[in-house]
């Protein structure tokens, strides 16, 4: 029994010194980080190395203040000057200058460093100029083209708004690149007027854009401005168009008609 209370206690006492050691260890290891951090400076979260603390920059080993000019405030950014300009500052010359406001003009709400032109005025180098909007038209949101557009029933021609000239059976359309105006249903477009679409025996009007206007009913097939009877032979049927004819299974098609296989 002493025996074994003597290996206990001597194995006991190393494991206290082991212990003591990686603490110690531990402990120098922590003192030589801090020791190496320079002042206002933060070991980093993940991995290894230091970083400076907000409004300070890292030059070289060491964390420098700051300097902030007026009308800045410190960025959370590592790089770069560690400032920007407060809204309606622009950055020149490591200064924050006004930005500088012509007549009919705000500062940008994005980038609160440029200005833009208040509606119905468009930038002219350095000043804002006023948009003349034609009679019969108004101004668009966009920033781009003449920065008006015209009412429903004119069209712009130059500088102007021209009242667009609907023929008899059409009616205005919302489109601006083309005449500005439609036929009826049952109404073609010729030479600048509307004129009636021709629907002979057998057909009816299309909800086409192109063609004739008109198509055959099933049964028949258009043949110049009139639609004949398809004319299906023996042991056929008509197809899926219905302006045509097909074999019945297991005839195959030769030439005008319809012949059994082999």
């Not at 120098?28 to 980080?33: D, L, R, T």
């Not at 007549?103 to 005025?121: I, K």
């Not at 021609?157 to 500005?180: F, H, M, N, W």
């Amino acid at each position: 029994m002493r025996t074994n209370s003597s290996k206990l206690g001597v194995f006991g006492y190393a494991l206290i010194l082991v212990v003591a050691f990686a603490g110690s260890a531990e402990f120098a290891f922590a003192q030589g980080m801090q020791a190496a951090l320079p002042v206002n400076a933060t070991a980093k979260t993940y991995g290894s190395g230091w970083e400076c603390d907000r409004g300070y920059r890292k030059v070289n080993d060491t964390c420098v203040a700051v300097t902030l000019v007026a009308n800045s405030y410190l960025t959370d950014s590592s790089y770069g000057s560690g400032w920007a300009c407060q809204y309606g500052y622009k950055e020149k010359n490591d200064a924050c200058g006004a930005v500088l406001l012509p007549a009919n003009a705000y500062v940008s709400t994005e980038s609160g460093d440029r200005w833009l032109c208040d509606r119905g005025y468009r930038r002219n180098g350095e000043t804002c100029k006023t948009i003349p909007v034609p009679e019969n038209g108004y101004l668009t949101e966009g920033s781009r083209g003449s920065g008006w557009t015209c009412m429903r029933g004119y069209r712009a021609v130059a500088d102007a708004c021209v009242a667009i000239v609907v023929p008899e059976k059409a009616y205005l359309t919302a489109s601006t690149y083309d005449s500005g105006w439609a036929c009826e249903r049952g109404y073609r477009e010729a030479n600048g007027a509307c004129k009636a679409i021709r629907i002979p025996a057998n057909g009816y009007l299309s909800e086409r854009t192109y063609g004739q206007g008109w198509e055959c009913d099933r049964g028949y097939r258009m043949a110049g401005s009139i639609c004949v009877a398809v004319d299906v032979p023996e042991n056929a049927h008509l197809d899926f168009s219905g302006h045509d004819w097909d074999c019945n299974k297991p005839y195959r098609k030769r030439m005008q008609a319809c012949e059994g296989r082999d």
